[in-house]
Structure formats: structure tokens, C-alpha cells
């Protein structure tokens, strides 16, 4: 009677390990099917090849927009660079409301003087 507790228990566990191994490629290969079922490709090669061209073209005109625009701002700083800040000489008054607070000692000795 022991000899086939022995003999059922081990053919319980290799049929149960042979259904449990099949079991775990089953449900692998499910799940390989359900990742790749989003990955087949969704345009076909005449519209992928229109999308690309479309977006080659978008990506030119948008260097060229960009090449523009820095060609204009090198310009504007180039311009600002040039201009020369006038210093009143020392007759002249300074026009404005803004004061160099480094020269108000120098200016009130002169005043009072």
C-alpha cells in the first residue's frame, strides 16, 4: 500500500508539473500576442512616405524660420552695440530725471563752490 502512495504521489507530481509548465507557455504566449498585436504598423508605405515628406518639409521651414529669426536678433545687437552713449560735458546739463549717484559728491562740491 505504500509502494503506490509512492508510485500516485510521483505521477501526480509530473503530470501536475507538465500541466503546470504548459500552462506558463500558454499564458507567455498570450501575452507575446496581446504586446505585438500594437505594434503591426498602422499606415500604410504610400501614406508613411507622405507623413515623412510632409514632415521633412515642416522641418525645413522651420530651420529657415529659425535661421531668419537669429539673422534679425544678430542684427538688433549688432545695431544696440553701435550706439554710442553720450556723456553730457561739463557745462551741460544732463537731461532726464536718472542721476549717476558715483558723481553726486563730485557735482554737490562743484554746486556749492
Request: hydrophobic share 35%.
Amino acid at each position: 500500500m505504500i509502494w503506490e502512495e509512492f508510485v500516485l504521489s510521483i505521477l501526480a507530481i509530473v503530470i501536475g508539473g507538465g500541466v503546470l509548465i504548459v500552462g506558463i507557455a500558454k499564458i507567455t504566449d498570450l501575452i507575446k500576442t496581446w504586446i505585438t498585436r500594437d505594434s503591426t504598423s498602422q499606415f500604410s508605405n504610400e501614406e508613411f512616405s507622405r507623413l515623412a515628406k510632409a514632415f521633412m518639409q515642416h522641418k525645413k521651414d522651420m530651420t529657415r524660420r529659425i535661421e531668419n529669426l537669429e539673422a534679425i536678433l544678430s542684427k538688433e545687437q549688432n545695431r544696440e552695440s553701435e550706439i554710442a552713449i553720450e556723456e553730457p560735458g561739463p557745462g551741460e546739463q544732463r537731461s532726464g530725471s536718472l542721476s549717476n549717484d558715483l558723481d553726486s559728491g563730485s557735482r554737490s562740491k562743484t554746486r556749492t563752490s
